[in-house]
């Protein structure tokens, strides 16, 4: 597979390991009421879904970036990917 | 379809004409006691035991496609019960003690061959993590021996034992481990399930639950609705997408595995060894090939294939522990789709939904634990009390915080 980097551009994905669901980034609010059922959740429960997929790459054996990669489950294809700290300002814009 | 000497004979001089298929091919009747959805070696090792320990005949299982054609025809074979956690390990002592009396419960040659199985060491850590585990292994009723570099280079004299980074210093070694021909395992199970009356329903896709107040009235398939006193999922890579039309979610990912298996060779190795320092493992097969495998991919996939990078990963562990196999050709690879869980252990439990009960999880590992997951299953699903051995592989362990996490990784499946 072939990790479109938006910095450094086509790179092979076994320079990176993978974390999982992008849903990783939104992290419930500890002290909010609910917090527990929130967490089990954020920590345990997956959408795995037979299709796209949001995940988390790590660029460990390259510039240390985290990116949120979108891929088909069914055939492997990616589509796209961006930097995760830009998915996750704009996650921090749309809760603000 | 029963078989004896004087049958094979009388066949042999008529022609084989009058040889059967091995269990009948019968359409779904309007409802069943119990309906199993998923007929690999998990959903046929259930109705099995449903009907013949449990006295429960009214019984299908519902397949998408043909018996046997998921991950109980694809895996590697290795059966044994050389866990750590008081979760698991119980559990899987219990499936190779069914294992042992397999041939003759079921009456159906499925290769047993108990050929051991030897995980080396590579270090002073390694050692005493695996003598920890030998004892836990013990403390089941299973056996374990921890060997030393010499008893080891008598075993494998091939092995190599010098290699700069990963030194060998020893094994553990389960000698009641093996293989078995993990298809004859499907049909052996399929047609005892079908002797003692069980519906085996092929070419019928699951795909809805019909759910009244809360409670399972049956299932809609490709051929029509089945009506269920109680519904048993047994769907392994398969596992969130059939459960989230009952509107679960589940604490598992899908993932995919490759082996690989050589060209026919002749017999060098003897059991099954698995390497200490990466992930591989191999053993060789009856009819010569080596078959090996390692990682999982590490990503979710339902493409029933892998990629590259495994593939070169698993040539490079093999070359590190046995460089004697560089020669041999790869005839073939193949991948399964895997459900993972956030702890790297099963799950056999009722669900929120009353009268659907869930058999899933079962990682990398599901194959060793066949019967004794089939016979457990079928216990709930006929007691409505978990089997002993099963008390810790609950649905809502994730919540409680009663994880079996054998390795400690933490909830990533991808580290188990
Ligand atoms: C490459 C590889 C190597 C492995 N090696 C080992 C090993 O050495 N030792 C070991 O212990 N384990 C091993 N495993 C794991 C083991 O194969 C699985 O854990 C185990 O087979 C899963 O249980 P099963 O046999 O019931 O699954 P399957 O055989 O996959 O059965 C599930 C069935 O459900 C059916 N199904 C799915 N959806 C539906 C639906 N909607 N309606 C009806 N039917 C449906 C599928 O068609 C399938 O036949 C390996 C797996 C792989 C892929």
Known sequence: MIIPHPLLGPRDSQEFTIMGDAKLLARPDGLADGAEAAFFDYLYLRDNPAGLHRELW???????????VTRDTLTHEILGAELASDVARRLAEGAA | ??????????????????????????????????????????????????????????????????????????????VRSNYLLPGNQPFYEFSLKLWEGLEQEFNFNAMMSQRGILNLIHSDAQRDAYRRRGNAMLLSGADAELLDLAAVRDMYPFLNFDNARFPIRGGLLQRRAGTARHDAVAWGFARGADLAGVDLIQNCEVT?????????????TTRGYVGAGKVGVAVA???????EKAGLRLPIESQGLQAFVS???KP???????????????????????????????YNSYAQRGNLPVVEDVM????????????????????????????????????????????????????????????????????????????AMRLDRFERGHLIDEKGAGAQPNLH
């Not at chain 2, 099954?272 to 590490?298: N, R």
């Open chain 1, 58 to 68: 790590y660029h460990e054996q390259g510039d240390r970036s985290w990116l949120v």
């Open chain 2, 1 to 78: 379809m029963r078989f004896s000497g004087f049958r094979v004979v009388k066949e042999a001089l008529t022609g084989h004409k009058g040889w059967k298929p091995l269990w009948r091919d019968p359409d779904p009747q309007p409802a069943y006691d119990i309906v199993i959805v998923g007929g690999g070696g998990h959903g046929l090792a259930t109705a099995y035991y449903l009907a013949n320990t449990f006295d429960k005949p009214r019984v299908a299982v519902l397949e998408k496609g043909w018996l046997g054609g998921g991950n109980i025809g694809r895996n590697t074979t290795i």
């Open chain 2, 208 to 220: 809805g639950f019909r759910i009244e107040n809360g409670t399972v009235k049956g299932v809609e």
């Open chain 2, 237 to 243: 890579g398969s596992t969130t997408r059939v459960m």
């Open chain 2, 263 to 265: 060209e026919g060779l």
């Open chain 2, 268 to 298: 060098a190795i003897d059991g099954v060894i698995t390497f200490g320092a990466g992930h591989f493992y191999i053993s060789q097969s009856d009819k010569g090939g080596l078959v090996f495998g390692g990682d999982i991919e590490s």
């Open chain 2, 316 to 391: 490079e562990c093999g070359m590190a522990m046995l460089p004697g196999i560089g020669r041999a050709r790869v005839l073939r690879s193949w991948g399964g789709i895997m459900d993972m869980t956030m702890d790297g252990s099963p799950i056999i439990d009722r669900t929120p939904v009353q009268g659907l009960y869930l058999n899933g999880g079962w990682c990398y590992g599901g194959f060793k634990a066949t019967p004794a997951s089939g016979y457990t299953f079928a216990h709930l699903l006929a007691t409505d009390t978990p089997h002993p051995v099963t008390t």
